[in-house]
């Protein structure tokens, strides 16, 4: 069985601190990992996936098999990046997405 | 906008009294999906159409169905709400593999009285 775990429920910075939501995942065969985003009053949405190898917003999560980690990170937090992050992992052939209970980023001013 | 619409927002039912929610789409996608969220917990897949293929997840409760009668709707059929059924329902929309984004409605909130 698949499962993501990620570990903070509440991640509090200042405004330019770094940034690292963690994300840790179990599954035997060769997953796909995405992170996805929502913003206050806002719905779920895709912020950026492993394949992509993207920095969307000044983020990048880079895909460590050796640790099944999948970590995001952004180097100078901003106030508008305050928001519940979801990372999510797709099973080979599978279509759907298995979440993480989410971490919710607060940029303090 | 190609959007997907969820309706209602809010939808407040009665212990046992079925209740139907709806999903629809502009995007054209072929697979529709529904989740459940309760709180501080992540959504949960209940299940999805790919086309008119419905998958269901092995430990999805009986009391919840789904019809697809069209590319456009989808519905979620809860036939006896139980207390433990109030959660944020999401529907969601990819164009094929799971690789596609997956475009998320704003959701449906249910209370069981």
């Known amino acids: 069985a698949q499962r993501v775990t990620q570990p903070e429920k509440l991640l509090s910075v200042f405004k330019g601190a770094p940034v690292e939501l963690k994300c840790n995942y179990s599954?035997?065969?060769?997953?796909?990992l995405f992170w996805y985003v929502q913003y206050s009053r806002q719905r779920l949405q895709l912020l950026l996936r492993?394949?992509s190898r993207e920095s969307i917003k000044g983020f990048t999560a880079d895909l460590n098999k050796g640790e099944t980690s999948f970590h995001l990170k952004k180097p100078f937090a901003q106030e508008e990046d305050s928001a519940m992050y979801y990372c999510?992992?797709?099973?080979?052939?599978?279509?759907?997405?298995?979440f993480g209970s989410g971490t919710r980023l607060q940029v303090q001013p | 906008d190609a959007m997907v619409i969820q309706n209602p927002r809010y939808q407040v039912t009665q212990f046992g009294k079925p209740v139907t929610l709806s999903c629809s789409q502009t995007?054209?996608?072929?697979?529709m999906y529904w989740y459940q969220q309760k709180s501080s917990q992540a959504p949960k897949l209940l299940f999805h159409?790919?086309?008119?293929?419905?998958?269901n997840e092995a430990d999805t409760p009986d009391n919840f169905q789904s019809r697809r009668p069209n590319t456009s709707f989808c519905f979620l059929d809860i036939r006896s709400p139980g207390l433990g059924d109030a959660a944020m329902y999401l529907c969601?929309?990819?164009?094929?593999?799971?690789?596609?984004?997956?475009?998320f409605g704003p959701g449906t909130r249910l209370t069981v009285l």
């Open positions: 969601a929309t990819s164009r094929d593999r799971a690789l596609n984004e997956q475009f």
């Open positions: 599954y035997s065969g060769s997953p796909e």
């Open positions: 492993h394949i």
């Open positions: 999510a992992l797709s099973s080979t052939g599978r279509r759907a997405l298995t």
């Open positions: 995007l054209n996608h072929n697979v």
């Open positions: 159409y790919y086309d008119k293929d419905f998958n």
